[in-house]
């Protein structure tokens, strides 16, 4: 079966200001996020990428731009289940507010009982996007190969529960996962089982540089801004 490499998108406007940005619809790239996109082709460069995949929101669609008109010969395909999470209320909310929700606690500690208020689950979030790979698997190898190598381009939540599905840990756990704007995570499937073979490969280790403000215990929802 295929191997997939999942992008995050490159960093936004939305994680730079702390905001849950969920389906808002004009959410950018900022000047670093465009950059770390601009990078992304010389990254891939050696890999045979058979098709693209991307969420439909924008931050996705321009982090991947860069590597489409480096590579000319390949069509987007747009997939909504792969979009963010829809976090309903919370939506375009400052982080630093939400942390004072009840139901923060739940979604740090319990995942797999959070829903948000006028969105969905994170289990429906999960359950989405695990089918959605599940399908393109299954095309990928049907049209390239056993062997054909594919990307996705997505966001934080939305790849970490694919690499907790992929690692057969509970939803629970998946709040323990870390992947960086435009960070890479590949996961090679095979008949029996998936093998995680890279997780948020960004090639730079600015993040792991102590901080004035250590970063706390709590995951951050929608995967945070990465390095400073």
Not at 93 to 111: N, S, T
């Amino acid at each position: 079966m295929p191997t997939l490499i999942l992008v995050r998108h490159g960093r936004s406007t939305a994680n730079t200001e702390g905001l849950l940005a969920g389906w808002t619809p004009g959410v950018a790239l900022d000047e670093r996020g465009a950059a770390q996109a601009a990078e992304l082709p010389g990254r891939l460069a050696e890999l045979p990428l058979a098709e693209i995949v991307t969420s439909p929101l924008q931050r996705c669609q321009e982090t991947i731009r860069p590597l489409l008109q480096a590579r000319p010969e390949l069509n987007p395909h747009t997939d909504e289940r792969i979009g963010e999470c829809h976090y309903g209320d919370w939506s375009g909310r400052k982080l630093a507010e939400l942390k004072d929700e009840p139901l923060m606690e739940v979604v740090q500690a319990h995942p797999s009982a959070a829903a948000f208020p006028g969105g969905e689950s994170m289990r429906a979030m999960q359950t989405r996007a695990a089918e959605a790979v599940r399908e393109w698997n299954a095309r990928v190898e049907r049209d390239h190969g056993a062997d054909a190598v594919y990307l996705m381009c997505s966001h934080g939540d939305i790849i970490k529960s694919l690499v907790a599905e992929a690692l057969g840990l509970h939803l629970d756990l998946f709040q323990r996962i870390s992947v960086e704007p435009c960070s890479i995570t590949a996961i090679r499937y095979t008949r029996l089982r998936p093998f995680l073979v890279r997780l948020g490969d960004t090639g730079d280790f600015t993040s792991l540089v102590p901080r004035e403000e250590p970063p706390g215990d709590e995951a951050q929802v929608g995967g945070g801004a990465g390095a400073p």
